[in-house]
């Protein structure tokens, strides 16, 4: 059965990782993603490590499943080739400073007319509609502005950036999102629209309930460490060997897990009798925890947990997940052959369908892979007219 | 002109976070979103702070433009009356744990044969096709073991779960994506179909660069405070007011960078003179950069900074981005009147469509507000008929 995608044509202007995350998704679902590079240069992540054999795993890793074709914007040629491209496409797809397709005269304006059903979708910084127009975006400026390094870190210690970009891949993964509400409404009403997401309020909508603990409270949260702002104990706990968390989420598990400790004395302990008092006990509580962890191996703490039914985890390093039987099982890490590069082992989706799943196909393309195909295919070039675009350096 | 998922009737037995968020930004969409709700006690969020006038602002905040109907599920009228919903509807969601559908005898197969066209999605912690069946999935267990905690926090701190819930947050987002692919499924074939969200997976997928990381060289990705691992001086740094970010991502930006801070001596100082130079030698440049940010506000740097045409940024407390002009203008924190707690402020979509905006419409719905309405309008109850229904403990 087709992708869920099928038949959807995408002109990829992304590059690094927060478009470029959204077409990966996009593309992993069944859409052609055509992805549009300078001659020559390609995307800067292309030079982004690690390396195999010279060529970026971090690229491959997010570009799988599409193809690559060499196009130069600022060419006279190069903009109307990307326009009648845009006349046979579904979306455009662009994470540039706001102003920079409207210099090149490829705005959304502009393609609007050349295609009213044409779907637009940005992501910068601060958004195309801004006070900050001139404002860069990189991932950590919207972690920042977003407001989530404020509230990660320990409690005594520096604000701290979360370990991957979520700036990037939550504004990718909303860009998707209204993508494919914009795809619904084209095929039901045979209208475009531009989708403008900005880092910024990415980061701002998955604060979870800081902005509502301001907005009600008037207190600023703070960082808190590991632990639940409101929910105890619910953190990480160290153990001989490793670290490992827990979550009690309620009355009921506490009593579960004072019961697997061996510690039932703390079930008519005042300070630690519901939620609210342990969470305002928590300081005195995590020692009591972790006086108990401490002693034994991340192992062994799972063995007891996992079989008193309370919540516990592994803290994984990375080369625990690669080996995980689930991860395994549900083919979450998988093998790609790169022409150059050969075997790389990659994240595969985590949106796992049914009936039409998305899966990821292929390596990520050569930089212009695809240059003639498309061109001569879609657009009627003839190998000689693609051999003196190329000399020109327009592909 | 309607929003996109007008028309779409999802029933949400989704709880606390992880599903809510997928059907929060289903209803911000457009979808009705008809919240299936255990009488007289509801969704476990209702009781999590913080609260205004007894009410949960957290509930509030998630659980927007959605109706409520309470429903036993384990009583058979209750049964009844949700298998009767399911034909009338096209998507049910629920992030209980694997088998607890079926022990209600409310399986996807069962539900299917009622309704071949229904798209069911489920979000746990370890996936319904999975090896750990009966584990519970916390965030935190998905934030430990899909591999987040272990490489966010400081150097020579311990491992530090991200500050809000992007485990749930990342899990609900792409059952969003599922969920909008098999739609278009649906509407094309007539099939619906499973869409199964492991929180493991998510985080996983959001590594970013980590698992190649590993893959291609062997090295296991370890903490690095806010310090980009590759490109420096890209980090969090200290003014005399507050903590700011900067991505110096090349030699031009550190050119320019040096000039906006007086200190061109840094140009030819051998340690510094590249990027890879200045990675090496970082613990040698962060200093200098702080004895120099340390004596202004965080205001001063972000005008020397900007204007220098240096990537720059606050980082900001929750505060701060409440009153952000840039937040106002895109219409990012709203305010909704709750019928109990008042005017809350909460956070819109960041999702922004030019043509078909999805937004924040009105306040969550009290505890089962809807009921009398969905049984009488969509299954033709009567008044007597559903006041038996609610002696009886059903709704």
Redesign the interface.
């Known amino acids: 059965?087709d992708k869920?995608?099928k038949g959807i044509r995408v002109l990829d202007l992304g590059h690094v990782?927060a478009m470029p995350t959204c077409t990966m998704?996009l593309a992993d679902?069944g859409a052609e993603v055509i992805k549009i590079e300078r001659p020559g240069i390609g995307d800067d992540s292309r030079y982004?490590?690690?390396?195999?054999n010279k060529e970026s795993?971090?690229f491959?890793?997010i570009n799988r499943n599409k193809k690559s074709i060499t196009l130069d914007l600022k060419k006279d040629q190069g903009k109307k080739i990307f326009k009648d491209l845009v006349k046979i496409s579904d979306v455009v797809t662009e994470n540039y400073r706001p102003n920079t397709m409207q210099k090149l005269g490829l705005s959304y304006e502009t393609l609007k007319a050349i295609n009213p059903q044409i779907i637009y979708a940005s992501i910068c910084g601060?958004?195309h509609?801004?006070?900050?127009p001139?404002?860069?975006?990189?991932d950590?400026?919207?972690?920042?502005?977003?407001?989530?390094?404020?509230?990660?870190?320990?409690a005594d210690?520096?604000?701290?950036?979360?370990?991957?970009?979520?700036g990037?891949?939550?504004?990718g993964?909303?860009?998707?999102?209204?993508i494919?509400?914009?795809?619904?409404?084209k095929e039901k009403?045979g209208?475009?629209?531009?989708?403008?997401?900005?880092m910024?309020?990415?980061v701002?909508?998955?604060?979870?309930?800081?902005?509502?603990?301001?907005?009600?409270?008037g207190e600023?949260?703070q960082?808190?460490?590991?632990?639940?702002p409101?929910i105890a104990p619910?953190?990480?706990f160290?153990a001989q060997d490793g670290?490992?968390?827990?979550?009690v989420?309620?009355d009921m598990l506490w009593e579960r897990f004072c019961k697997a400790i061996n510690k039932t004395d703390l079930l008519n302990d005042s300070r630690f009798t519901t939620n609210p008092k342990r969470s305002e006990n928590y300081k005195e509580l995590k020692p009591i925890i972790t006086e108990w962890s401490k002693e034994k191996t991340v192992e062994e703490i799972l063995n007891i947990l996992?079989n008193a039914?309370v919540?516990?985890?592994?803290?994984?390093?990375?080369?625990?997940?690669?080996d995980?039987?689930?991860?395994k099982?549900?083919e979450?890490?998988v093998e790609v052959e790169h022409p150059l590069a050969g075997k790389?082992?990659?994240?595969?989706?985590?949106?796992?369908?049914?009936?039409?799943p998305?899966k990821v196909e292929k390596a990520s393309p050569l930089l212009g892979e695809h240059t003639e195909e498309i061109l001569n295919k879609l657009l009627g070039f003839s190998k000689e007219e693609i051999k003196s675009l190329k000399k020109e350096g327009v592909v």
């Open positions: 059965m869920p995608l990782l998704q679902l982004f490590g690690p390396f195999k795993a971090y491959i890793s601060f958004g509609k801004t006070v900050y001139g404002r860069p975006g990189y950590v400026i919207a972690q920042a502005t977003g407001g989530i390094i404020a509230i990660t870190g320990q210690g520096p604000p701290t950036r979360v370990g991957s970009s979520i990037d891949i939550f504004s993964s909303f860009a998707t999102i209204g494919l509400a914009a795809l619904r409404v009403t209208l475009g629209q531009q989708v403008d997401i900005a910024m309020d990415a701002v909508s998955v604060l979870e309930n800081a902005v509502v603990r301001y907005t009600v409270t600023i949260p960082r808190t460490g590991s632990a639940h409101s619910f953190d990480v160290e670290w490992f968390v827990i979550g989420g309620n996992i039914g919540p516990v985890g592994e803290v994984n390093t990375i080369d625990k997940i690669v995980d039987p689930n991860i099982l549900r979450m890490i790389v082992k990659i994240t595969d989706t985590p949106i796992k369908l049914s009936l039409t998305g």
